[in-house]
C-alpha cells in the first residue's frame, strides 16, 4: 500500500521529544501514537503547522482504536486520488504532502500507485459490465479518466 512508502520528516525530532528512537514511516503505529502524544511547542512555525495539518487531515476519526483503525492510511490514499483528480501530476502530489504534511514520498512510488488504482478501477467496470450497473459504470469511467488524464469528474 502507498501509506507504507510514505516517510515523515520530522520523525527524529519527535524521536527526541519522546526520548526514543521513532520508525521513518508516517503512517508505522509508534509514529502515530507519538504524534497525538507530543507537545508541538519546542518546534518551528513551519513544522509545528506541517504536523497539525497531518493530525487533522488523517488522525481524527472517531474510532476506538483510532490511530491504529487504518482511518489515517485510507485518508492518505484518498487524498492521492484527489489530488490527482484536481488536476495535480506525480510530482506536483508528491510536493504538495512534503509542504502541506511534512511527507516524503518518491514521485516514481505515486506515479505506480495511480496506475494500480487504474487497473482495479478498470476491473470494477468490468464486473459493472457483466452486471450491466449503469450508475457504477459511469462512476467508474469517470474515475478512471480523472486519474489517467488528471482532470476533475464532472458532476
Known sequence: MIAQRAR??????????????????????????????VSYDSFDRSTREQILSFVKAFLSCKCQDNPFCGCPERKFVKEIIELRESGLDHVQISHYLRDEFGIEIYAADILSYLEDAVHLLEAIQDVADQLEVPDMQEKVRQHIQAIEKGIPIEK
Open 8 to 37: 515523515l520528516r520530522y520523525h527524529r525530532q519527535i524521536g527526541k521529544l519522546i526520548g526514543y528512537r521513532l520508525p521513518e514511516g508516517a503512517f508505522h503505529g509508534a509514529t502515530l501514537e507519538a504524534l497525538i502524544s
